[in-house]
């Protein structure tokens, strides 16, 4: 008996190209209204009615409500319409050829920057929809906790350079950057308060160097005195 042909599944780059632009154009019509009229005022058709696609292919396309909400996180976190790992960005691998803390600070630093100026809108949005959906909640509790494991994974590099601060552990170094790389941080300081993101990618470097590295105070005085005025 002849043995059955085997088949190759064939993925179509035409209509790679048009999925990716249906989730794109999914993802900027969400973003827009959930920054601006709110979850809670946002339906799905009029996403789908800014998007210029039906409901169904929406669905099909990127999920319900709250899964729109999760890509649209995911997307401002990696830059891309998709999620990316965090061992795949571009600044760990960055991070992990860095020799020095400072070094890794620094870089880390600046993608925060570079991340917030997407993600923050999209994270108040989620802030206050997590307040009375508990889909939302839970998408709210998802990132913040894997926020939380990868600061953890970030301190434990940095102490392998030897130059963080003795009297904090691990867990709190991270805790301490974990707090500050929110995105309410970012509201506070650039929002609200007017800083340029340039200012606050140097202001945060320095801060960070500051608080957990060992020297890090005199360190961070020798570098104004040498910026200051002769």
């Not at 009229?37 to 669905?59: E, S, W």
């Not at 939302?136 to 998802?142: D, E, I, L, N, Y």
């Not at 590099?157 to 970012?186: C, F, K, P």
């Amino acid at each position: 008996m002849p043995e059955p042909v085997k088949t190759r599944s064939y993925r179509s780059p035409a209509r790679a190209d048009q999925s990716e632009r249906t989730r794109a154009a999914v993802l900027d019509a969400a973003r827009e209204l959930f920054t601006t009229q709110g979850y809670a005022g946002t339906t799905v058709r009029t996403i789908a009615d800014h998007a210029g696609v039906h409901p169904d292919t929406l669905y099909a396309s990127v999920g319900r409500k709250p899964q729109i909400m999760l890509a649209l996180v995911e997307s401002a976190l990696s830059g891309q319409t998709e999620a990316v790992t965090a061992e795949e960005r571009d600044y760990v691998r960055r991070i992990r050829e860095c020799e020095r803390a400072t070094e890794m600070i620094d870089v880390y630093a600046g993608a925060v920057t570079a991340i917030q100026q997407r993600l923050a809108p999209v994270f108040t949005a989620l802030r206050v929809a997590a307040d009375a959906d508990e889909s939302c909640a839970a998408v709210w509790r998802q990132v913040s906790e894997r926020r939380a494991a990868n600061m953890l994974l970030l301190a434990r590099d940095l102490r392998s350079t030897g130059e963080l601060r003795d009297d904090l552990d691990d867990r709190e170094v991270a805790d301490i950057v974990w707090s500050m790389n929110a995105a309410e941080h970012w509201d506070l300081l650039v929002v609200q308060r007017g800083w340029s993101p340039v200012r606050f990618n140097a202001w945060l470097a320095d801060a960070w160097r500051r608080l957990l590295l060992a020297g890090g105070q005199a360190e961070a005085a020798r570098r104004d005195g040498q910026s200051g005025p002769s």
